[in-house]
Every structure is written in structure tokens, then in C-alpha cells.
């Protein structure tokens, strides 16, 4: 197997795994998944440009480049709505913050 072959084919098992995560909402595990496909994604930059795939490798990559869109979908319509609520229990915590210090609430 082509070696751009072996990072989608490692890009797809990473996203594939990050989709299920995201599904049982195990959202600490997430980050390692990702710094594993950035440090992918680096490699892939490196070897795609040296070498040259035979068309059914071709043909393997789309496919494999498809799951790993459909993935990086799901993963992110799962993310949002966690991000979402961090950012407001954030904003929250930021106004309760203010109004301690404005009126002088003990801490």
C-alpha cells in the first residue's frame, strides 16, 4: 500500500473513531485523536507531492477520503452544540464574576 494511501486509510480509522466518541459523548479523548491527525495530515503534505498513485489506489483514496468527510461532518454537528454550551456556561460564569466584583461579593 501507497504511503498517501496509509495516511487517509490512518485519517479515516482516527475520524471514524472521533464520530463514535463524539456519539457516546466521550469528549476527552477527542483532542489526542485530533493532534494524531494534524501530525497526518503533516506527513500526507510531505509524501503526496513524491508520489505517484496507480488508479486503483487513486480510486482507494476517494473512497477513503469520503468516509473521512462524512466523519469530520458528524463529528462536528456532535461538537457544536457541547461548544455551544461551554461557550455560555463560560459567558455565564463571566457575568457572575462581574457582578461579584461590582458589588462586592465575597469570593
Known sequence: ???VVQCYDQLASN????AALARAKEWDRLPELE???VSVLER?????????LAPAQVAQARRLLERIRADQRAVCELVK???AHLVATMAGLQKRSELDRAYGAPR
Do not use: K, R, W
Request: proline letters at 9%; charged letters at 10%; aromatic letters at 0%.
Open 81 to 83: 452544540p457541547q461548544l
Open 44 to 52: 500526507l503534505s510531505v509524501v503526496s507531492p513524491q508520489e505517484t
Open 35 to 37: 493532534v494524531q491527525c
Open 1 to 3: 500500500m501507497s504511503e
Open 15 to 18: 475520524l471514524s473513531l472521533m
